[in-house]
């Protein structure tokens, strides 16, 4: 268990990380502007949430205050726009 704890933590230090946030939340941005999806639509709330939770646990493993702070501010965005979909849906 600690071994693969230890993988996790040099995975989640590694650019890789970085790269991915990047990547999903430049798609959600690229397919916004170009009217694909919607920035109230799940799909791009999700690629936002995920993008920018991966990059929020990366900036905070690496000292990265203002961006860590920038990161979480996003994450919460889109996690709230996420849960004001599901509760209209219950509705």
């Known amino acids: 268990m600690t071994n693969v704890l230890g993988a996790l933590?040099?995975?989640a230090h590694s650019e890789?990380?970085?790269y991915m946030?990047?990547?999903l939340i430049l798609s959600a941005f690229f397919m916004e502007t170009r009217d694909i999806l919607h920035s109230k639509a799940a799909p791009y709330l999700g690629?936002?949430?995920l993008g920018s939770g991966l990059l929020a646990?990366?900036?905070y493993?690496?000292?990265e205050w203002?961006?860590?702070i920038?990161?979480?501010a996003w994450f919460a965005a889109a996690a709230l726009g996420m849960w004001s979909l599901w509760s209209s849906l219950g509705e």
Do not use: N, T
């Open 70 to 72: 920038l990161e979480v």
């Open 9 to 11: 933590l040099d995975f």
């Open 47 to 49: 690629l936002m949430a």
């Open 21 to 23: 946030g990047m990547v």
């Open 57 to 59: 646990i990366r900036a």
């Open 61 to 63: 493993l690496i000292d």
């Open 66 to 68: 203002a961006f860590f």
């Open 16 to 18: 890789a990380v970085a």
